[in-house]
């Protein structure tokens, strides 16, 4: 709510930066003004001696000096509650369904709306901790959301509604005096408190082998798919939103072409859930800020999606943060320093660029909620390089920050190896502590797998120059069936289709019984070159059912795996008489 009596006055437009004055005293840095007669949101981004700077979130025409601006009495903050789930919203968590096809100021639908059969599971008396549920509501699909008290809140029950509909800003009960609705609303900047972090590493299972054997995450984590245009990261990034054990997948498009994420959305709405059987776009929350949106609800864009996954995040859930791009959140960064007069750093990017970025990063994490639960955002943000020059600011400040990268190689994408992640330009900071935890699991050759597949694949891109240059019948036979494992390991182990039924997915068994046929071939094969047999021999057997399993058998048939193994051994040349 506005507050009429302590109205300001605008005094200077330059772009999305708005200089208000008459206000100061009433308003603290990042609160809320609402400037012009169409009373626009912006955010207070400098308290000045005379004058404010507000960075407004929408188009500013028509806006001039002399037009009324009003404080809202606290900071930008996003409206959380189920309604998010399969919902589409602006970056400042607007909903966009059901708009105009041109949409002005405002956007259609401000606020959410409709009612929710809402069933109370508190009584009146009952002295509730915090992060306590108070009730659940009933969505459209049948599924239950739980209500839990707003962060902080405590106490007795002074009053609880009976069951019935109610809309979002309904009273559903008095708490220690503070009435609670189905809506909370929680400031976009500020992270939303858990009781404490946990340390384990849990992995994040993708179902991509490359990144799953090679560069893992751990839930919790952070990652950066760094790639140039057209190295597939939109199609992986994809990939993550079906396949990896995530209970709510957050899609912020940050800046994005609109075409491209209107195709987004329509796969989402086709794509059948591997979960639950229903359309995977029930899990999803998208929020849209596309180039052709207003530039700075694009920098506030980042921080209400991780605000809406910090929310289901304290309901228990392993939620996914897909960040597309954060380039262009930067880009975003960059305009609004200079229109407000900051001295620029490299290339013209602010020099808070590199806190703004850990910032961001640091809100993710594995925590125990103050409900006692475990939940945690692990945050995937895609870096789009000018030109995939990797040394520009964006990508080299990314890399200090998070647990893992997956660099996308463009000389992979146009040999058609997807997904087209670098095994020498990718690293991961999770993969020691996950090889312990599949120690505690059972699969305690995890890590020496994980290390033999690295160490073949770096032996091959040291000998392929040397092949190159004296041919490959001047190798070695030890070199040449390095070469050839190698080769086993790119096109039968990390090449995975995404338009398979068999291999859009590998279960862990999976993707342990393909790494492990490649590294039995190759040790086999380097024993009959000890004992003397030919390496012209053992490359012309056939490798066909190790190389045809993974689209071959089901996406978590091991023993079929294993049986193509056993063709492939049995095939190979025996030891010279």
């Not at 789009?384 to 990314?398: I, M, N």
């Not at 770096?458 to 041919?471: C, K, T």
Request: charged share 20%; glycine share 12%; proline share 7%.
């Amino acid at each position: 709510m506005t507050t009429e009596a302590l109205a300001g006055v605008v005094l200077r437009v330059n772009g999305p930066l708005v200089e208000v004055g008459g206000l100061r005293g009433a308003v603290s840095l990042f609160d809320l003004v609402e400037v012009g007669d169409q009373r626009l949101p912006g955010e207070v981004v400098a308290i000045g001696e005379e004058r404010l700077t507000v960075q407004v979130y929408e188009y500013t025409g028509g806006i001039a000096p002399g037009a009324g601006a009003w404080p809202t009495g606290g900071p930008l903050s996003a409206s959380l509650g189920p309604w998010l789930l399969g919902g589409v919203f602006d970056g400042l968590v607007r909903p966009l369904l059901g708009g105009p096809v041109w949409l002005g100021p405002g956007v259609a639908g401000a606020q959410p709306g409709g009612v929710w059969p809402v069933v109370p599971s508190v009584r009146q008396g009952q002295d509730l901790p915090k992060g306590a549920v108070i009730g659940t509501a009933r969505d459209p699909a049948g599924r239950e959301h739980p209500i839990p008290l707003p962060p902080g809140l405590s106490g007795a029950v002074a009053w609880v509604a009976p069951a019935g509909e109610f809309g979002p800003h309904d009273r559903l009960a008095v708490v220690a005096g503070v009435e609670v609705a189905l809506s909370t609303r929680w400031p976009v900047r500020r992270a939303r408190p858990a009781k404490r972090r946990l340390e384990e590493a849990i992995p994040l299972t993708t179902g991509q082998r490359v990144l799953d054997l090679l560069e893992p995450l751990a839930k919790g984590s952070t990652a950066a798919v760094v790639g140039g245009f057209g190295t597939g990261k939109t199609v992986l990034l994809g990939q993550l939103a079906r396949w990896c054990d995530a209970d709510v997948i957050v899609y912020v498009g940050c800046g994005e072409r609109g075409n491209e994420l209107a195709d987004s959305l329509d796969d989402l709405g086709n794509l059948e859930d591997p979960r639950t059987g229903r359309r995977l776009s029930e899990r999803t929350v998208i929020i849209a800020n596309t180039s052709n949106m207003p530039v700075m609800a694009r920098e506030a864009s980042i921080y209400a999606a991780m605000t809406v996954a910090e929310y289901f995040r304290d309901l228990g859930n392993d939620v996914v943060l897909i960040a597309d791009s954060t380039s262009r959140w930067a880009e975003a960064l960059r305009e609004f320093s200079s229109r407000s007069g900051e001295l620029p750093a490299e290339e013209g990017y602010p020099a808070s660029l590199p806190s703004a970025l850990a910032a961001f990063y640091e809100r993710a994490g594995r925590v125990e909620t103050l409900g006692g639960k475990e939940g945690s955002v692990t945050v995937v943000a895609a870096v789009s390089p000018p030109g995939g020059d990797v040394t520009e600011p964006v990508t080299s400040h990314t890399q200090r920050f998070v647990r893992a990268l997956w660099t996308l190689d463009r000389d992979l994408a146009y040999a058609r190896h997807y997904p087209a992640v670098s095994w020498g330009g990718s690293f991961s900071r999770d993969a020691g502590d996950l090889a312990a935890w599949y120690v505690r699991h059972g699969d305690d050759r995890w890590a020496a797998r994980r290390a033999r597949l690295a160490s073949l694949l770096a032996e091959a891109d040291r000998i392929r120059p040397i092949a190159e240059l004296v041919g490959l019948s001047a190798l070695p036979g030890r070199e040449r069936i390095a070469l050839l494992a190698a080769r086993l390991v790119r096109e039968a182990v990390l090449q995975q289709s995404a338009l398979s039924a068999n291999d859009g997915y590998a279960a862990p068994a999976k993707q342990a019984a393909l790494a492990d046929a490649v590294l039995a071939v190759h040790d086999r094969a380097q024993e009959l070159v000890v004992l003397g047999v030919p390496a012209t021999l053992i490359e012309e057997a056939d490798f066909g059912p190790v190389l045809r399993a993974r689209d071959a058998v089901g996406p978590d048939d091991a023993a079929g795996v294993e049986a193509a193994a056993r063709l492939v051994l049995a095939g190979l040349p025996g030891p010279p008489a």
